[in-house]
Nanobody
Framework: QVQLVESGGGLVQAGGSLRLSCAAS????????MGWFRQAPTKERELIAY????????YYADFVKGRFTISRDNRKNTVYLQMNSLKPEDTAVYYC???????????????WGQGTQVTVSS
């Protein structure tokens, strides 16, 4: 089992920044690819970005390219999502997830955090 706990969400004005963190415990963190997803009310959960075991490879959804950065620190068992130039449409619950391979789909991740709310005001 891997336990994931997100933090760092909150209320921010459009154009502002937030840094989300996801702390992992349980099995060896560096064995898992990590992803960030989000889900807005009435919408499907969508991938934001994911990162390989070592952090050497990343993938971003088009709607966050150039604004968000995913990173990880395997010594601290933590994955981060730096979010800049936030827009009201970024408002959602943000989730981190761990999977043996990673990927763009929720089904590729076995472990999920409880989510953290991000609200961007206009």
């Amino acid at each position: 089992q891997v336990q994931l706990v997100e933090s760092g969400g909150g209320l921010v004005q459009a154009g502002g920044s937030l840094r989300l963190s996801c702390a992992a415990s349980g099995r060896t963190f560096s064995n898992y690819a990590m992803g960030w997803f989000r889900q807005a009310p009435t919408k499907e959960r969508e991938l934001i970005a994911y990162i390989s075991y070592s952090g050497g490879w990343t993938y971003y959804a088009d709607f966050v390219k150039g604004r968000f950065t995913i990173s990880r620190d395997n010594r601290k068992n933590t994955v981060y999502l730096q979010m800049n130039s936030l827009k009201p449409e970024d408002t959602a619950v943000y989730y981190c997830a761990a999977g043996s391979t990673g990927g763009a789909y929720s089904r590729e991740y076995a472990y999920w955090g409880q989510g953290t709310q991000v609200t961007v005001s206009s």
